[in-house]
Nanobody, 123 residues
Framework: QVQPVESGGGLVPAGGSLRLSCAAS????????MAWFRQAPGKEREFVAA????????AYADSVKGRFIISRDNAKNTVYLQMNSLKPEDTAAYYC????????????????WGQGTQVTVSS
């Protein structure tokens, strides 16, 4: 079992960058695939990026491909989301999640979720 805790959100102007972190407790962090999802007000939660337990493979939503980078450090039980060239439409609460299903884009594949961190991009 792991418990993700997100940090690093904030207010940033369009074109700026932020790095989100997700620190997960638990000795088995390295055996979980990790993912980032986001949810904007009035919209459904959507997939952003995922990474395998080893970090060898990643997957991205088309809307963030080429701008966001997911990575992990299993020695620190932490997964990161580097967000570059941010747009106002990236504004959302960002959630970190852990699952055992590999590179899955569907939220139901992830068992453990953090409380979220807010990212606001001003135009």
């Amino acid at each position: 079992q792991v418990q993700p805790v997100e940090s690093g959100g904030g207010l940033v102007p369009a074109g700026g960058s932020l790095r989100l972190s997700c620190a997960a407790s638990g000795r088995t962090f390295g055996s979980y695939a990790m993912a980032w999802f986001r949810q904007a007000p009035g919209k459904e939660r959507e997939f952003v990026a995922a990474i395998t337990y080893s970090g060898s493979s990643q997957a991205y939503a088309d809307s963030v491909k080429g701008r966001f980078i997911i990575s992990r450090d299993n020695a620190k039980n932490t997964v990161y989301l580097q967000m570059n060239s941010l747009k106002p439409e990236d504004t959302a609460a960002y959630y970190c999640a852990a699952g055992r299903g590999g590179l899955r884009v569907d939220a139901v594949a992830y068992y453990y979720w953090g409380q979220g961190t807010q990212v606001t991009v001003s135009s």
